[in-house]
């Protein structure tokens, strides 16, 4: 397509899909609070939450006080025996989705995970035997492009055309550490995975999604702990390059050192390199600014544009997998790329050089 017939406004903003009750979803696993995005997009998109379970009562009640209208579960198995919910959400410790989803797919149910939605091969292994043995969905939380409007109107611009063929998507994942809020769960690389497949998974999907992949080969990674020796099971630093199936790039880079002076949690930015082209993604903020999040900049032929659009996109993702799960379609999220894009970073973390210096400063 030309730039010249691009239409460069954002599509009108999603509604939602479904009337109450008509699609009914719980909440499982609470040790994240990427799961009240989670359920508040599918609220938004007319999901009906009815159940919330957590073995820690206190987490369960905190989720009431924003969303009162679930009940609160005396087990796991109230809501998996429920035979009105059509999905399951969790946000539970990393390396516990894959087993929730095991259990939320055999009772009949669809899964939601956040990312990083499992930490292993094997349970990549088992998760894809359910998905095949079942029929049911294992959907993944990939927050910074699904859940960010900047990220959302980015498709949109690629999906018209106004940077041509995309040749190489950057990503930048910084976060801001806080060690002191941290449970003990996120310290231990076992639980969380490691920095590439926790973070390094969303940018991995971003990867895949605007170069219109469906596969890609990590060239290079590296993991490091440069600042908190004291917490030896920390990845601080991690960055891998990847080749995808259509013959683009990407390089994707996460790290924990967001300093405390930053008005966001992360500068968090996504670079989409085109023929005819190139496009900048500012997503939770404008540096040096107090213009807020939801910063697009575009660069083609026909000049250049700074797009801010907060509360103008929505999210269409939640919709669309309402009623993927209603019409087993696949226009969310493809089975393929939600299970490739961890398979890849899984990849990533395991073949990593690990960087971490050694008493002298040499790498370990």
């Known amino acids: 397509m030309s730039h010249t017939t691009v239409e460069h406004t954002p599509e009108d903003k999603p509604q939602p899909v479904v009337a109450e009750d ?7 696993g609470l040790d994240h609070a990427h799961i009240y995005g989670m359920c508040s997009g599918l609220i938004e998109a007319g999901a009906t939450l009815k159940w919330v379970y957590d073995t820690d009562e206190g987490r369960a009640d905190d989720f009431r006080r924003r969303f009162p209208q679930a009940q609160v579960a005396r087990s796991e198995d109230e809501v998996l025996n429920d035979p009105a919910v059509h999905l399951v959400a969790s946000a539970a410790v990393t390396s516990e989705r894959c087993a929730i ?15 990083a939605p499992l930490t292993t091969l094997d349970q990549l292994g088992q998760a894809r035997a359910a998905v095949e043995r079942t029929g049911r969905k294992y959907a993944v939380y990939y927050s910074e492009r699904i859940h960010v409007e900047a990220a959302v109107f980015a498709e949109q611009l690629v999906e018209r055309g106004a940077i041509g063929r995309v040749l190489q998507v950057t990503c930048f994942g910084p976060h801001r550490l806080n060690p002191a809020n941290r449970p003990d769960w996120f310290w231990d690389k076992e639980k969380y995975g490691g920095i590439l497949t926790d973070i ?16 890609a080969d990590v060239s290079h990674s590296s993991i490091a702990n440069y600042a908190n020796p004291e917490h030896p099971g920390l990845d601080d630093f991690g960055e891998a390059n990847l080749i995808t199936n259509t013959g683009a790039t990407g390089y994707i880079r996460c790290d ?4 405390g002076g930053l008005q ?44 801010q659009v907060t509360g103008q996109v929505g999210f269409p993702y939640f919709g669309r997998l309402i009623l993927d799960c209603l019409q087993r379609t696949e226009n969310a999220m493809t089975q393929h790329h939600a299970f490739r894009s961890i398979e890849l970073a899984i990849t990533a973390q395991g073949t990593a050089v690990d960087l971490t210096p050694r008493e002298g400063g040499a790498p370990a």
């Open 256 to 259: 924990w050192f967001t300093p």
């Open 200 to 215: 390094g998974s969303h940018n991995v999907d971003q990867v895949l999604h605007y170069t219109r992949s469906t596969d």
């Open 22 to 28: 008509e699609f009914i979803i719980a909440a499982v």
């Open 264 to 307: 966001s949690w992360g500068d968090g930015r996504t670079f989409i390199l085109g023929t005819e082209g190139f496009i900048e993604l500012r997503k939770y903020m404008n540096l040096g600014t107090d213009e807020g999040p939801g910063h697009l900049y575009l660069a083609n032929a026909g000049g250049e544009r700074h797009f």
């Open 101 to 115: 989803g095991l259990r939320a797919m055999e009772a009949g149910k669809d899964y939601f995970a956040d990312k």
